[in-house]
């Protein structure tokens, strides 16, 4: 169920309009708006979910499958040298949006992140 002012809800399911690089019943993956590299992508779930936590076990599933594919091709198309995929729970772990999602960062040599 989506909440109401959750912005990724809106985002998810898209009440408000997104980069939207794929999208199902269930998930949309989009561009993030400030990127840490080229490509940088979020995969959000169109139900919300507060944390990791909060995710039931099939959509933690169907979530890390849908990153592990979207690494995948995304590496194709962008020639990355790297990925990283970072989930944050928790303000004090750098989360600031309280909707569970998965970060999927392109990294190229030399291309100065620290993540
Ligand atoms: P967190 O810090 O919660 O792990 O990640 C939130 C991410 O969402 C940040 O990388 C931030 O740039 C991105 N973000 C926040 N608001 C929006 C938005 O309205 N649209 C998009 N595309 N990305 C957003
Ligand atoms: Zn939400």
Request: net charge negative; with cysteine.
């Amino acid at each position: 169920m989506k909440k109401d002012d959750c912005i990724f809800c809106k985002i998810a399911n898209g009440e408000i309009p997104s980069n939207t690089l794929y999208e199902d019943d269930s998930f949309r993956v989009i561009l993030d708006l400030g990127p840490a590299t080229k490509g940088h992508a979020l995969v959000m779930p169109k139900e919300h979910f507060g944390n990791l936590y909060e995710l039931p076990d099939d959509w933690c599933q169907k979530a890390f499958s849908l990153a592990k594919k979207m690494a995948g091709q995304m590496t194709e198309k962008l020639h990355c040298d790297g990925f990283n995929l970072v989930q944050n729970n928790g303000a004090t772990a750098g989360q600031t949006v309280p909707h569970f999602h998965i970060h999927l960062i392109p990294r190229y040599e030399n291309d100065g992140q620290t993540i």
